[in-house]
């Protein structure tokens, strides 16, 4: 199993550094947009690209947030329950979120493939975008796989209980 979650923290630290690189090419184009406007020569299809580009820093961003516990959580009520019961709350809220980016990882998988078969592309540049469906699809995927990850370790902490 410690080769498996090897490979997880492999492809989170690289999704980690592909969020960093959209980040940079968003910043980077809308800069080069906005120095284009004022000679009268904007990007085209920056639009499109930045927005490729936020979509993709996010979904990449998301395994390596759950890990490090980086989202957004109310804790007002369960930080004052017992550690026993905090870990049960943790652990349901962690298997609900495990079913609900898988079953969205594999409706966006049958999107990806409805949008491939349409030959559906963006509006300006013709840029075909069940690519970046799929790529998200598989963020999720790895996020599905890094809560699993937590869920067996919330498992081992209860039972050392």
Known sequence: MSSVWKLLR???DKMK?????????????????????????PVFGSVELVSFMGVLAV???????????G???????VRKLPPRKRACIDLCTAVLSCVLFALVSWRMV??????MRSGE?????????YGIVFVVALCFLVLSATIIKGVIELIGQLRGK
């Open 10 to 12: 492999f492809l989170s």
């Open 17 to 41: 550094m592909g969020g960093a690189a959209c980040l940079i090419g968003m910043s980077v184009l809308t800069c080069a947009d906005v120095v284009g406007r004022l000679f009268k020569h």
């Open 59 to 69: 979904a990449f961003a998301l395994p390596h947030t759950h890990e490090s516990n």
């Open 71 to 77: 989202h957004i959580g109310v804790e007002l009520f």
């Open 110 to 115: 049958l999107f990806g493939l409805n949008l």
């Open 121 to 129: 592309v963006s509006m300006n540049l013709k840029l075909p975008e």
